[in-house]
């Protein structure tokens, strides 16, 4: 579900992690922690990153998502680097 | 929860206050011609008083918000004789009521607060984008206020309780 918003928001290029509690702990609950690597100006991926967020917020509910998205242009963050490292392909 | 006019008219004073301070630090933060671009946003975050008028429109921005959909739409709601539910619930069936727009845009603006606390964001192309939208999205803000005032006058007149005075 969450791989097919991310592909209907970011097209079928865009690189998408899941990554800090939800991978981390056995449990599997708490906050979705969502890395994408996309194409595109700040202002395009900023737009698609909010429509993605409310289309994930209306499909799960009022769970914490986070969505860290890295502009294949400019250099990795530190967040970025975490992401990659500790992150699982969706 | 039932309905209380009183308790909608006096929200309705709060985010009548938050919205004439939220168009005056807009006023003073930006630019009165040309875009909001990340040369205009390094220069207004290289003095101390454009640091805080972007902190002081942030916080006003989400104040706003908060105000609408924690308080106001929920006692709105009662008043038109429905029970409110969830956030979203609540957008929803305002969005019917032709209060709000498109209730993505709400939950939208909830994620760009994060986006405009310029000490986590590095890259001034992404703070002016977000900065840009925060702006355009103000005027959902101010309608959905002025929609529900507009309803409240009309249905729940009471003396003293107009609001066109405090403008």
Redesign the interface.
């Known amino acids: 579900m969450i791989r097919e918003e991310v592909r209907q928001h970011f097209g079928d290029g865009a690189r998408v992690l899941l990554f800090g509690s939800r991978v981390r702990d056995e449990t599997r609950g708490g906050d979705i922690d969502l890395y994408l690597e996309a194409e595109g100006?700040?202002?395009e991926t900023?737009?698609r990153?909010?429509?993605l967020?409310?289309?994930l917020?209306?499909r799960l509910g009022?769970q914490r998502i986070d969505?860290v998205v890295h502009r294949r242009d400019?250099p990795m963050?530190a967040i970025d680097l975490a992401a990659c490292q500790t992150g699982m392909p969706l | 929860m039932n309905a209380n006019p009183d308790r909608l008219w006096q929200i309705l004073g709060i985010v009548a206050k938050e919205e004439t301070y939220l168009n005056a630090v807009m006023l003073r933060l930006f630019p009165k011609h040309g875009d909001i671009s990340p040369a205009w946003l390094k220069a207004l975050l290289d003095t101390p008083e454009g640091i805080d008028r972007m902190e002081s429109f942030v916080g006003k921005f989400s104040r706003m918000q908060d105000s609408i959909v924690d308080k106001l739409l929920p006692h709105f709601l009662l008043a038109v004789g429905e029970t409110p539910g969830t956030a979203l619930d609540n957008l929803r069936r305002a969005e019917r009521l032709g209060i709000v727009g498109d209730p993505d845009l709400w939950l939208a603006m909830r994620r760009l607060r994060n986006r405009l606390i310029h000490e986590y964001v590095d890259d001034l192309a992404e703070l002016a984008a977000a900065l840009d939208m925060a702006h355009a999205a103000t005027h959902e803000l101010c309608n959905a206020f002025r929609g529900i005032k507009n309803y409240t006058e009309h249905n729940f007149p009471i003396d003293g309780n107009t609001l066109s005075d405090s403008h």
């Open positions: 100006t700040a202002a900023l737009a990153e909010l429509k967020y409310a289309a917020q209306r009022e969505i400019t963050r």
